[in-house]
């Protein structure tokens, strides 16, 4: 099946740092990608959607310009923490769908520690 | 976009087949039925999806009946590595938005 990668699988930074977390399709050509935010014994909340080459949306309580994604090809988006806190620390989730499939493919997850 | 209850938790013995069903009252003529698997600190892995009818592969069965309203996820023989946290989700490719996790049921297997 398909296969998405992201990376950092960990990650520990200090408060007010920024940090990135890359997400790749790597079989196939992602034209949407989410990214999702889990806290711990919760379910996924979906932060963002994002197109291939354009601006992302946002879900309603995120801030855009803490949470900065970027989709500029087909196979990679971005998801980057700015001036992280420590309640930003979370288990962030991407995932990636074609036009064709009926369903998301998803990443490994990215634990990020904010200290 | 199509809501989903679940039970927010189950039990099981190893050995046992196991049935989670969903409930998705207002699902679209367009959407389908996925079920994900999640294990602590990973990715939601792609169990099975179904439209309609029955849906069988190598890991499970998915059961829908014709109104579509509820859908129930088989696990045959299940054993301690299934324990996880089983999400149903209704969606189609085709909405931005495609996937609404809900709470997602935790399945213990017990020895």
């Known amino acids: 099946g398909a296969v998405v990668s992201q990376h950092p699988s960990r990650v520990i930074c200090k408060s007010g740092t920024s940090v990135k977390i890359e997400c790749r399709s790597l079989?196939?050509?992602?034209?949407?990608m989410f990214w999702y935010r889990q806290f711990p014994k919760k379910s996924l909340m979906l932060m963002a959607t994002?197109?291939?080459?354009?601006?992302?949306?946002?879900e309603q309580g995120v801030e855009k310009d803490k949470f900065l994604i970027n989709h500029a090809s087909l196979t990679l988006s971005t998801l980057t923490v700015t001036s992280a806190h420590p309640e930003d620390s979370s288990f962030y989730i991407c995932?990636?769908?074609?036009?064709?499939?009926?369903?998301?493919?998803f990443g490994q997850g990215t634990r990020l520690t904010v200290v | 976009l199509a809501k989903t209850t679940q039970p927010i938790s189950m039990d099981s013995y190893e050995g046992q087949e196991v049935n989670i069903t969903c409930s998705h009252n207002?699902?679209?003529?367009?959407?389908?039925i996925t079920w994900y698997q999640q294990f602590p600190s990973q990715g939601p892995r792609f169990i099975i999806q179904?439209?309609?009818t029955k849906v069988t592969n190598e890991v499970a069965s998915l059961f829908i009946p014709a109104d579509r309203k509820s859908s129930t996820l088989s696990l045959p023989r299940v054993s301690l590595s299934d324990t996880a946290v089983y999400y149903c989700?209704?969606?189609?490719?085709?909405?931005?938005?495609?996937?609404?996790f809900g709470s997602g049921t935790q399945l213990t297997v017990l020895p």
């Open positions: 995932s990636a769908t074609d036009r064709d499939y009926t369903e998301a493919f």
């Open positions: 079989d196939f050509q992602a034209t949407t």
């Open positions: 994002s197109n291939e080459g354009s601006k992302a949306t946002y």
């Open positions: 207002n699902i679209a003529t367009n959407d389908y």
């Open positions: 179904g439209y309609k």
């Open positions: 989700l209704v969606g189609t490719s085709g909405s931005a938005r495609q996937l609404t």
